[in-house]
């Protein structure tokens, strides 16, 4: 994709995005950069993307030294916790936590790296059994887990809904999120601070933004059908 395409394609979601979004103060755009050379992921910044995410800890540190170092770079794709290790001082988010020993380990490293790691706890909303994420019922013993370990800092919720022809079939599971959002934010648990709410990827972002997404994930929206 040339410069040209992908600015005005940034232009677009950005205006619609943040139409969808208004009732709820406005939403980010997280570029969805998977397979995506650094030249491409560089030309974002010119359209006023600032955060990047990455799905796989191999592909992020093939390509992290070519890429603007002012992008924020989350790890949003489901970790391993011996992958921990490579990453924990180069991104500045992991959206994917979704279980006890990731988010021991990850606070471990963060220590000895001595940084504190933005994370979000991820929720598998729709209980799909291929998908990770705790079930609701899950969510808050893992977040209070989180609130005590020294090397994390909770920062809110990621999502990711079922693959859907209509997006107003999930439009449900993004209103259920938001509801826990909220709930959670009015809780005051210890240590977790509900600011980034991950949901909505390119076929459902605009109903995510409506139901108060504060993130929404694009990858072929902006730069086109993936390569692999």
Known sequence: MDREDLLLNIAEWRSR?????????????????????????????DGGIRVLGENRVQE???????????????????LQTNK????????????????????????RRAEQAGVKM?????????????????????LVPLLKLCGELPGLKVRGLMAIMPIADDPEDVRPYFRRMRDW???????????????????????????????????VRLGRALFGARHY
């Not at 992008?71 to 489901?78: F, P, S």
């Not at 921990?84 to 991104?91: E, L, M, P, S, T």
């Open 17 to 45: 995005i943040g139409e969808a979004s208004a009732k709820w103060g406005g939403c980010e755009i997280c570029a969805v950069s998977k397979t995506v050379d650094p030249e491409t992921i560089n030309l974002a910044w």
């Open 84 to 107: 921990v290790k490579y990453i924990v001082d180069k991104v500045a988010m992991i959206q994917s936590v979704d279980r006890e020993a990731l988010a021991r380990e990850i606070s």
């Open 118 to 138: 933005p994370v979000l706890v991820q929720v598998n909303i729709a209980r799909e059994a291929q998908k990770a994420g705790v079930d609701e019922e899950e």
């Open 181 to 215: 959002f909220e709930r959670l934010r009015d809780m005051n648990l210890n240590n977790i601070e509900m600011q980034t709410l991950s949901m909505g990827m390119s076929d459902d972002a605009i109903v995510a933004a409506q139901e108060g997404a504060t993130m």
């Open 60 to 78: 992020l540190l093939g390509k992290l030294d070519a890429l603007n170092p002012g992008y924020d770079i989350h790890l949003i794709g489901q």
